[in-house]
């Protein structure tokens, strides 16, 4: 983790002071009780499940009554699992197959071993419910494509990023935030 010397030493903004630590998600080093918030970014598709089990007895640990965690994930394995040999099938016919390996892993290769527990936004939530977080909220995301293509390409990804069920299927991203 990189982060610069001032705020690892604590930094004090508007009378609080602001401390970064660094700690192993299956024990956190804080007492009960102790956050209003607890950020698992990009952490959750990096543990295995009895870990993120750990990791979530974690945080509901150290979070205040009425705290809340939130989550971001990437990425949705429905997508990986189900959408994206389509999608790598049209791009193949489009001429633009070079871009999409077999594996969506392989876009970035350090992926390939340590995502080891990608979720979907059902997945989470039941995690999460399982773990006795309350007022669970999921949804899903993806980044802006940017893409220069057809009106008929067009309407159809956006038909398939906006309506469910596609939308379940072929957003990237996975969000969630539980309360205790």
Not at 37 to 47: G, K, Y
Request: overall charge neutral.
């Amino acid at each position: 983790m990189h982060i610069s010397r001032q705020v690892a030493d604590g930094t004090e903004t508007d009378g609080q002071t602001i401390e970064v630590s660094r700690a192993s998600a299956l024990y956190l080093p804080f007492t009960a009780d102790t956050f209003d918030r607890v950020l698992l970014l990009d952490i959750v598709e990096h543990l295995y499940p009895d870990e993120l089990t750990i990791a979530f007895k974690e945080v509901w640990r150290v979070l205040k009554p009425d705290g809340r965690i939130i989550i971001h994930t990437a990425p949705n394995v429905w997508y990986d699992r189900y959408s994206y040999p389509i999608v790598r099938l049209v791009r193949i016919l489009m001429g633009q197959g070079a871009h999409y390996p077999k594996s969506p892993r392989a876009i970035i290769p350090e992926n390939l071993h340590v995502h080891v527990n990608e979720q979907s936004f059902l997945s989470l939530s039941q995690d999460l419910r399982r773990n006795h977080f309350n007022h669970v909220k999921t949804w899903l995301s993806t980044p802006p494509q940017h893409r220069i293509e057809s009106r008929f390409l067009g309407l159809i990804r956006w038909i398939l990023f906006h309506i469910p069920p596609f939308n379940w299927f072929f957003e990237r991203e996975v969000f969630a935030v539980g309360e205790k």
